[in-house]
């Protein structure tokens, strides 16, 4: 019998706001699943569709950028440039075979805890339901814990 699909997501998240909210929810003992592997980033802006194709073409089971709500962004619009970026990352996955809603972006701000905790269940919980990466039984992505 398989073992039980424990989907493995990338996390990018903006050191300003998400990141913040993600030490907020560790302080506040907010529970969620351990699935997601954050990368801090200075800002979602920063975080090119290069990154999230990549990502899923070796094997995450799903992407998800977390940044400053809009009009807080600490760069202006770093994430009003992330946001415009979601269609063109949306159809590009498409055309690869892959499911658009394995990638997702999502404001959180460094106070939102809780708001993190439950973005990360449901994005996990989404995850799940969609299963496994189809391009992850070409190559195996190894995760350490570092
Ligand atoms: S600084 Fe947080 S999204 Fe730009």
């Not at 499911?99 to 997702?104: D, I, K, L, T, V």
């Not at 106070?111 to 905790?117: D, H, L, P, S, Y």
Request: proline share 6%.
């Amino acid at each position: 019998m398989p073992d039980k699909f424990e989907p493995k997501i990338i996390g990018f998240l903006c050191n300003w706001c998400a990141y913040a909210g993600g030490d907020v929810a560790g302080v506040i003992r907010a529970q969620y699943p351990p699935n997601m592997r954050p990368i801090r980033v200075m800002c979602s802006g920063m975080v090119h569709p290069d990154l999230v194709v990549e990502a899923l073409k070796m094997g995450a089971d799903g992407v998800i950028i977390m940044g400053c709500h809009i009009g807080q962004c600490h760069y202006q619009d770093g994430n009003s440039k992330a946001m415009a970026r979601v269609e063109v990352v949306r159809v590009v996955l498409e055309d690869m075979g892959i499911e658009p809603e394995r990638f997702a972006i999502v404001w959180v701000s460094s106070a939102e805890g809780k708001r993190f905790a439950k973005v990360i269940t449901d994005f996990t919980d989404q995850i799940k339901t969609l299963g496994p990466n189809p391009l992850r039984k070409d190559f195996e992505l190894n995760f350490k814990r570092v």
